[in-house]
């Protein structure tokens, strides 16, 4: 599968992003003017605003810096909507991602490949007409230009001095982004826009998981090995054997620390479960959910996951999956292992997987999965 990032950002390769901008400085990388025709464009916004349920709390109008939630009233219309952008206005859609199988399934590549949580707005502007003035973000952002011209002014970063109404005053980086153009600017930098042509992007809001988070989420991950050491109290602090006792403990836990690192799958089971956490939601699965048992035979029947629906299952027994945890036995852990490594699968595999496995604790994890909408049956409702 062709990767994502490398074909974004080329002559510039993930390592030289890494390297040379990544939270250092922005970057403008040229590209075909019809490279986005098939991830965003007019006509696909015109098909979302028509067709698709976006509530209204994502909705938003920007002008003169001044940003005004859409109303659930009658003013929803969409001859209101274009009259107010035709007239200045930006139109404002967040996580828009969220309403489009298209973007959904790209972004969340895009997501694995970077191992950064990722968020997509989208901002429809009017020449000439300032939507938001000038700002800072607190995650680094790509800006997608899937329509028009619009042109762009960075500054470096730094704080402003509330008292004195201190600004950046001087750019390191003015352009104009053109269809097909991708900007990166890390957290921090100042930046303003200003659409020279009816404008459209995709702003990727990119948040890259911290050594803080790391340290914490490790911790948790010595559960319960390391809880066995605390509290650290082996005696009294006057004692002459506390100084020997903690020092046992402290390199001990030290060899706990130092063996979970070893694991090389250390870094992506830790970015599954912050995706999950983060952008974690429900399923529906009518009318599986009032069924005894959804399940009728294993012999005949076949199934299938929907490919976005990524889990961690650990060999603790753990199931990790959008807002869901389960456990289950270990000697269940080929199963749940190969349920989730195919999108497709009927009951025989299941039946050929492990001798261990008895017929009736598959049919039994099978109904708990279709009735938590994670699992589908081939022809169902």
């Known amino acids: 599968m062709t990767d994502i990032f490398n074909t974004l950002m080329s002559p510039v390769s993930k390592a030289e992003f890494y390297e040379s901008y990544l939270a250092k400085k922005a970057l403008h990388i040229k590209g075909n003017p019809d490279r986005f025709k098939d991830l965003f464009n007019w006509e696909t916004l015109n098909r979302l605003l028509s067709t698709s349920f976006i509530p209204f709390t994502h909705f938003s109008l920007a002008t003169g810096g001044k940003e005004v939630k859409i109303q659930p009233t009658g003013n929803f219309m969409p001859s ?158 006057g004692s002459s054997n506390f100084l020997n006792s903690w020092q046992e403990q402290q390199s001990e836990i030290n060899r706990l620390v130092f063996e979970k690192l070893g694991d090389d799958s250390l870094m992506n089971e830790i970015f599954q479960e912050a995706r999950i956490k983060v952008h974690g939601s429900g399923n529906f699965n009518f009318p599986y959910l009032y069924m005894d048992s959804p399940v009728a035979s294993l012999e005949t029947e076949s199934f299938y996951r929907k490919e976005n629906y990524e889990a961690v299952v650990t060999d603790e027994g753990n199931l990790y999956l959008l807002n869901l945890n389960l456990s289950f036995e270990k000697k269940l852990l080929p199963l749940f292992k190969y349920i989730f ?41």
């Open 80 to 237: 209101n909507i274009l009259n107010d952008c035709m007239t200045g206005s930006t139109l404002h859609i967040r996580s828009i991602h969220e309403f489009s199988e298209n973007l959904h399934n790209y972004f969340y590549r895009l997501s694995m490949e970077l191992k950064a949580l990722i968020n997509v707005n989208m901002y429809a502007s009017a020449p000439e007409h300032q939507a938001i003035n000038l700002h800072f973000d607190d995650h680094d952002i790509f800006i997608f230009q899937v329509e028009g011209t619009k042109k762009w002014k960075v500054f470096p970063p730094g704080y402003p001095d509330n008292d004195k109404k201190r600004y950046p005053d001087k750019t390191y980086m003015e352009l104009d982004l053109e269809k097909g153009d991708i900007l990166y600017v890390p957290t921090g930098h100042w930046h303003i826009a200003l659409a020279a042509t009816p404008s459209m992007h995709l702003a990727v809001a990119s948040e890259w998981l911290k050594g803080t988070h790391f340290s914490s989420w490790l911790f948790n991950k010595l559960d319960p090995g390391v809880n066995e050491f605390f509290p650290l109290l082996p005696g009294r602090k």
């Open 341 to 381: 490594a195919n999108n497709h699968f009927s009951g025989k595999d299941l039946l050929r997987l492990d001798a261990g496995i008895t017929e009736s604790q598959i049919r039994e994890t099978l109904n708990i999965l279709v009735r938590e909408g994670l699992v589908f049956i081939e022809g169902g409702s």
